[in-house]
């Protein structure tokens, strides 16, 4: 391949943002294997994965490694690409403790880098001062969500602690689909029953799919 025309080179001349995914894939992974450049392993990673790179992500490196249709990708390189992903999504993740909530959206804007390509549903809640700032986001379950798992106890006994003035629910779920099941709603009234006695209020819930969200409130479900 004429230098002019490698990745690094490409990057350092012109600029991440001109690279294909392919190329960037091979600056990390850095070597190809004896039938294929580094930049065509790129793009076999991208054909298998239909260019979504979450499905990538969320296999375990034993999985990768296994594949045959990634001839390409080994330990080490399955590693260089997870870490690359991961180190993403960690630039895009916001401060929750500088974190004010406006509107449902913001709330996804928040947590949706983080919890969009988990493989299992994780309950959170995002526990509010008076003017609506965060204080705290706080885990509260994490596996398939029933009443046993989100316990109101467990749930206002950290917001208690943090003197919280109100509460956000919100938790993903892995099909990638935000409609929320009955379990949903019935955890959600259970929880915002609870916060009336306490006077503690549930202001939204919201569940974080595949790039997209629904809410609660918006609904008027709450």
Do not use: W
């Amino acid at each position: 391949m004429p230098e002019s025309e490698r990745p690094q080179e490409k990057m350092m001349h012109y600029g991440a943002e001109t690279l294909s995914n392919a190329e960037l894939i091979a600056i990390i992974i850095r070597t190809g294997i004896p039938d294929a450049t580094s930049v065509e392993v790129g793009q076999q990673v991208l054909k298998y994965f239909e260019n979504d790179l979450s499905q990538f992500y969320n296999m375990d490196i034993l999985e990768l490694e296994r594949n045959k249709d990634l001839p390409g990708i080994g330990k080490v390189k399955a590693c260089q690409i997870k870490a690359a992903i991961e180190l993403g999504i960690r630039v895009n993740r916001k401060n929750p403790m500088e974190f004010k909530v406006t509107s449902p959206q913001s709330v996804a804007d928040l947590l949706m880098d983080e919890m969009q390509y988990l493989k299992q549903e994780c309950f959170k809640i995002l526990l509010l001062d008076t003017k609506n700032k965060v204080l705290k986001v706080e885990c509260i379950s994490q596996g398939i969500l029933n009443a046993s798992l989100v316990h109101p106890r467990e749930v206002f006994v950290k917001a208690i602690k943090q003197h919280s003035a109100a509460i956000i629910l919100a938790h993903n779920h892995p099909s990638g689909d935000p409609e929320p099941s009955p379990e949903d709603k019935n955890i959600t009234k259970r929880l915002q029953e609870a916060g009336e006695l306490l006077g503690i209020p549930v202001l939204d819930h919201i569940i974080i799919g595949r790039g997209t969200y629904m809410s609660f409130k918006q609904e008027k479900i709450i």
